[in-house]
């Protein structure tokens, strides 16, 4: 996370450095965190002078918080019939009693919600929790446990003839790196680095930390970030390179991981209880019979581009040839076909997925539905003739006064998402 400081005389980054990150020589974080000090005069160890009334944002690595609420200064029910089990702690405030909420767990995107709630103007706790646009930092609840930490980035009161609500909108920490790079650093040299180690020098201005949970193969040879190209954006692109998506950690911090399916948590067949619908989606446009990834030309050294093919066998056993062809960026020949298969998988999980959902927000243990998950599904009507193994791409969970608790998955074959391919269907 980031915090705010005003500068008072007597400052300097230096002593702010050891105040809020430990060590003296840790001042460069918080320059670069601070486009607006490039080009000031020096102080004698190199840092940009600072003056008294200067606002500094500090990147301070949250580790605290491990899973429990502690400490609330106070305890807001906003509405006595809302749900008294998910809980948002904003502002040194557990508000709870929601009215509906839509709670989004992605595998591959930061976690979301939207929470929605009476709201009174006239109460001094909701000018101060509830304003517009602070990227405030909040904590989810579920049962008292943490789901995710994340930023409160958007409000929306609505006046009607005989009510005043507001929705309340944000996602995971990780989420504010959907920016660009800060003048700071500009521009970055990351050619020779390993992805932990780009990433990493690319969140520390926010104050978000890196965890690598997968191979992340060898350093990178070729980087390429354009000029106000999103961090998110471009980090995920390096990381399909490498077989790997980017999450969040339950603190709201960048994941990258391997999502290899894991145990089924649930059964879920057409007709039987929990079960309430099932749509399939099927889209041609990227179903492809073979897919071609190239390497760029290496002009100065005259080598021509390696190549490497992934073969669609669902199609090419029944004779059609449907082949697409693309430039891998920043990949050597080594990651090349870690590249191509993540590619392939990508385009797979965008033709073929499937939207179940269910009554009630836990799995067969209890818990609630993780990312990742896989459960078991039989919906002839939506031609999955028999049980079959999915694994969820993301979680929505939704509370409304007409259904009250269900949770929406959507499903994707098993495996995609850690990049191995199918050789079995639903329909199959």
């Known amino acids: 996370m980031s915090v705010s400081y005003t500068v008072k005389s007597g400052d300097t980054l230096g002593a702010i450095s050891i105040k809020y990150l430990g060590l003296w020589d840790k001042w460069r974080k918080i320059e670069e965190a601070n486009p607006q000090l490039i080009g000031r005069e020096t102080a004698v160890d190199g840092s940009p002078l600072i003056f008294p009334g200067d606002v500094l944002i500090i990147p301070v690595d949250d580790k605290k918080n491990k899973g429990t609420i502690k400490n609330e200064k106070s305890t807001k ?8 089990e998910f809980s948002l702690l904003l502002n040194g405030i557990e508000f709870l009693g929601f009215t509906a909420f839509k709670l989004i767990l992605n595998d591959d995107a930061p976690d979301a919600f939207s929470l929605s709630a009476p709201f009174d103007p006239k109460e001094e706790v909701f000018k ?3 304003a517009p646009l602070t990227f405030m930092d909040c904590i989810l609840y579920y049962k008292k446990k943490i789901i995710f930490k994340g930023k409160l980035s ?6 009607e003839a005989d009510s005043r609500t507001i929705d309340l909108q944000g996602n995971a920490s990780y989420g504010i790196l959907s920016c660009a790079i800060p003048d700071s650093k500009f521009p970055p040299s990351y050619a020779g680095l390993k ?3 780009i990433a990493a020098d690319a969140a520390t201005p926010f104050g978000i930390s890196v965890s690598m949970e997968g191979d992340e193969g060898e350093a990178l040879e070729k980087v390429s970030y354009d000029v106000g190209e999103k961090i998110l954006d471009f980090l995920s692109k390096l990381a399909k390179q490498k077989g790997l998506i980017i999450t969040n950690t339950p603190m709201g911090n960048l994941k990258f991981w391997n999502n290899k399916p894991g145990k ?5 067949i057409e007709g039987e209880y929990r079960f309430i619908s099932c749509t399939a989606s099927f889209s041609e446009s ?9 390497t760029k030309v290496n002009e100065k050294k005259g080598k021509a581009p390696q190549k490497y093919t992934f073969e669609n066998k669902y199609l090419t056993k029944r004779g059609v040839l ?10 050597e020949k080594d990651d090349l076909e870690t590249a191509v298969k993540a590619k392939a998988a990508a385009m797979l999980c965008a033709c073929v997925s499937y939207e179940l959902t269910v009554l009630g927000v836990t799995d067969k243990n209890g818990n609630l539905f993780k990312k990742g998950c896989c459960v078991i599904v039989k919906a002839p009507s939506a031609q999955i003739y028999s049980e079959f193994k999915f694994q969820a791409k993301s979680i929505e969970i939704n509370r409304d006064d007409t259904n009250g608790l269900t949770t929406k998955l959507k499903l994707v074959l098993p495996g995609l998402r850690n990049n191995q391919i199918p050789v079995k269907w639903p329909w199959e």
């Not at 906003?78 to 749900?83: N, Y």
């Not at 958007?154 to 006046?159: C, E, H, Y």
């Not at 089924?264 to 879920?268: A, E, I, V």
């Open 128 to 130: 101060k929790s509830f």
């Open 77 to 84: 029910v906003l509405d006595k019939k809302g749900d008294k």
């Open 322 to 331: 449907k082949p697409f062809a693309y430039t891998v960026e920043d990949s």
């Open 195 to 197: 992805l932990s180690e």
């Open 286 to 294: 990227d179903f492809y019979s073979h897919i071609t990834g190239y």
């Open 154 to 159: 958007v409000t929306s009161p609505k006046i």
């Open 264 to 268: 089924s948590c649930g059964t879920f």
